[in-house]
């Protein structure tokens, strides 16, 4: 990512961020407070050289798919267990969601499962459909998963050496799960990746 910014000199930063860092950045250099909770942590004592780091570690994903931890140490996938479940889509934009090009693929309206329901740090209300085996997913939560994954980041940039299965892939998970808990995910989250 490249950057410029009035005042702030020329330079390489090595850090780990994310995209809801652009937010949290933005909004500190215009002084604006947030109206919603946001994960993002601004990354401008990184531009001026006060910090080194702003984070440990980041969570990334495509709903209905893996999980993600990246660390500064190793990314670790984890893929449900089982079935894709259980599954609930959030979202307050049911009208959105169609897929105009690809009509055969959009998504049905929320049924008489839906309840409504909020986001965690959230006070305004989303509608929750759950989801069980049959139903109709997005086409990029459809594919099959190829398990879990565990790559050490310095020793194997090419991701060669998949350590899912050691005692390794215990930490991570550990790891991912106390971040899903400091991001107050869904009790459904633990659930589908088999973390309670």
């Known amino acids: 990512m490249l950057i410029a ?48 780091s702003i984070r440990d570690w980041a969570l990334a994903g495509v709903w209905g798919r893996e999980v993600h931890l990246i660390d500064a140490e190793a990314k670790y996938a984890r893929a449900p267990a089982g079935d894709n479940a259980p599954l609930s889509l959030w979202s307050n934009r049911w009208s959105t969601m169609p897929i105009h090009h690809m009509p055969q693929l959009q998504m049905p309206p929320p049924d008489e499962r839906a309840v409504l329901d909020r986001m965690p740090g959230a006070r305004i209300p989303v509608i929750r459909q759950p989801y069980r085996a049959g139903d109709l997913l997005p086409y990029w939560a459809m594919g099959k998963f190829s398990g879990n994954h565990l790559y050490r980041v310095k020793d194997d940039p090419d991701e060669e050496n998949n350590r899912a299965g050691s005692a390794e892939e215990k930490r991570a998970a550990e790891k991912l799960r106390a971040a899903l808990i400091e991001m107050e995910a869904p009790k459904e989250q633990f659930e589908r990746l088999a973390l309670i």
């Open 5 to 52: 910014m009035p005042g702030v000199r020329n330079g390489n930063v090595e850090a780990l961020t994310t995209n809801v860092d652009i937010c949290a950045t933005l909004a500190e250099i215009f002084n604006v407070d947030m109206a919603h909770r946001t994960h993002g942590r601004s990354m401008l004592p990184l531009m001026t050289g006060e910090a080194r």
